[in-house]
């Protein structure tokens, strides 16, 4: 049965030509794609967020210089070549035939402009830790940008994969806010409409320079119950959705009408401790923290044994994933007795976390950290209000905190940069030292040197312990039984590359 919200109108021919039910079945379902999130994208705006509800739909209507295809490995898109003049310049070639929504042409100088602006400090994005070693773009062409960085850039391109191109005019016209409410992108799809709190919808962009969508529209709805998501896709009224756990992927085996896709990723799944805020200024208190966690006990006890424990915030696809380093162990005793010679028992905890999250997960940790003698209060918000405060002041940053990282660039610069340098708005953590390390592996092309100082970063990680890595996520996603979909370590929905199977 095909849902009301999926109904077209057509013409007497188009029946007539569509005889049969079943040909006009297959019409009706191959029309629209409908995919569940947990939540409504906090932002449409590609340089204002990137937690994965955002990522996975602005990822469709704008494009990037450069993109990694199904394999992992890094591709032309609005960029058709590039060449280093330097270690410190690199020139982008672009392709000409591309426009924007509105028809406008895309240019080098919305290219640089796009740059710019998430470079800015005043801009303040989130991401622009992942791209403050860019120090300016500059259009040396109709279709040739110049890009300065200070000292050599290693993880460029990597970084790259992420910048969406945005329309200057389309900016500078509507403002920020007005932006972000209706963008304009060059992509596949067209943005139609958001209706907060429920969907939003997009349509397939005719004019694509490059491989045009199956669909012709898709809609991406806010669907933060997980059983509801699952009824939805085995009752047809959805046709993938995100956000599953082996538990819930086993209600779909079998259903006849939908399957189960997965794949390790190079997310982590984490637990972050405030040394700012008492009592995990404490570094007992945080060693007592990681004793605490059972990271074998969630991995194949919650997680059905399809993601990996994780002693590092790295993954080995990651570049700067270092062999040998280890947390500390296990051993919730001496959990126990740390926390209760640093006078922290009794002590109250709020413990953030948001309903993209797991939260068998958040509530196992809360439950193994509260065996400690720490009183922990779990603390469920929105995640735009989870975001908020997880890029505040680090003083006012939470004192624990559930998350997930993943900087879909397969180098250890995008997760422990921005997670650690003190100049990154998700940072709690302030030390020379490390923000030493981190500068100097992001400032050569030396890969043995590179490597030195992420063990050095991690290995502080493992001692200090303002981060306690839990697990390697692998994400299962719910699909109709006929979505043809490969998925991909960077957790990337591009709806040009799904199809119907026939």
Known sequence: MISASRSIRFTLAGLLLACSPLALTAALAKDQLVIDLTNEPSSLDPHKQWNPDSYYVY?????????????????????????????????????????????????????AFSINRIINPAFASPQLGQFNKITSATATGDHEVTLKTNGAYPVLLAQLVKLSIVPQHAVEAKGDDAFNAAPVGSGPYK????????????????????????????????????????????????????GLDADLASQIEGSGTAKTLSVLTE????????????????????????????????VNGLLGGVDKPAAQMATPSHFGFVEGI??????????????????????????????????????????????????????????????????SEPASQPSIAFGRWSCACQDVDGVLFPLLHSSSSWASVSSPEINKR???????????????????????????????????????????????????????????????KD
């Open 59 to 111: 990822r469709n209507v704008f494009d990037n210089l450069v993109t990694r295809d199904d394999a992992g490995t890094i591709v032309p898109q609005i960029a058709t070549s590039w060449k280093y003049n330097s270690d410190e310049e690199v020139v982008f070639q672009l392709r000409e035939d591309v426009k924007f929504h509105d028809g406008t042409p895309l240019t080098a100088k919305d290219v």
């Open 267 to 298: 997310r982590i799944g984490y637990v972050k401790l405030n040394p700012n805020v008492a009592p995990f200024n404490d570094k007992r208190v945080r060693e007592a923290v990681a004793r605490a966690i059972d990271k074998d006990a969630i």
């Open 191 to 242: 943005f139609v409409s958001w209706q907060k709190g429920v969907a939003v919808k997009l349509e397939r962009n005719a004019d694509y320079w490059g491989d045009k969508g199956e669909f012709a529209t898709a809609e991406f709805r806010a669907v933060p119950d997980a059983a509801t998501r699952i009824a939805n896709l085995k009752a047809g009224t959805t046709d993938l959705v995100v």
């Open 326 to 391: 280890e947390g500390y162990e296990y051993d919730p005793a001496e959990a126990k007795r740390l926390v209760g010679e640093a006078g922290a028992t009794g002590k109250a905890v709020a413990f953030a976390t948001a309903p993209a999250f797991d939260q068998r997960i958040v509530q196992a940790v809360a439950q193994m950290v509260g065996e400690t003698g720490l009183t922990v209060n779990i603390e469920m918000t929105d995640m735009a209000t989870y975001l908020k405060r997880a890029q």
């Open 438 to 500: 981190l500068e100097d592996a992001r400032n050569t092309l030396d890969e043995k040197k590179r490597l030195e100082d992420y063990k050095a970063v991690s290995t502080f990680v493992a001692t200090e312990v303002p981060l306690v890595p839990l697990y390697e996520a692998a994400i299962i996603y719910g699909a109709a039984k006929n979505l043809e979909w490969k998925p991909t370590a960077n957790e990337s929905l591009f709806l040009n590359r799904m199809s119907w």
